[in-house]
């Protein structure tokens, strides 16, 4: 459980260091750390690294290739894929859903 808390923790690190700057923007956002200059960026995306770096292993050595697989997984999918995509179009929500979807099936 550990791992797959850390591989979402990596993920949702990353999504709010991507969209910092539409996040400064946005009355519901404008006062999350990054936006608000409470947190470095570059303090933020190491720490992002840092937890995907200990999670993805974790999981992998610890419970199984196949758990750790589909972390990796979730996270490129939820980070470089679903994020971007959402400022592009409304299809980003299926990519989401599958970003979403994996974490679960970790524990299976």
Do not use: Q
């Amino acid at each position: 459980m550990l791992g797959t808390i850390l591989v979402v923790a990596a993920a949702n690190v990353f999504n709010m260091y991507l969209e910092r700057d539409t996040d400064a923007l946005m009355p519901r956002t404008m006062n999350r750390p990054l936006p608000a200059g409470r947190i470095d960026p570059a303090c933020a995306l190491l720490f992002g690294v840092l937890l995907a770096a200990i999670s993805v292993p974790l999981l992998t050595f610890v419970v199984g290739p196949l758990p750790g697989l589909l972390a990796a997984l979730a996270l490129v999918i939820y980070a470089l894929v679903y994020t971007p995509l959402k400022r592009r179009t409304a299809a980003s929500l299926l990519v989401g859903a599958v970003a979403g979807a994996i974490p679960p099936l970790i524990g299976v």
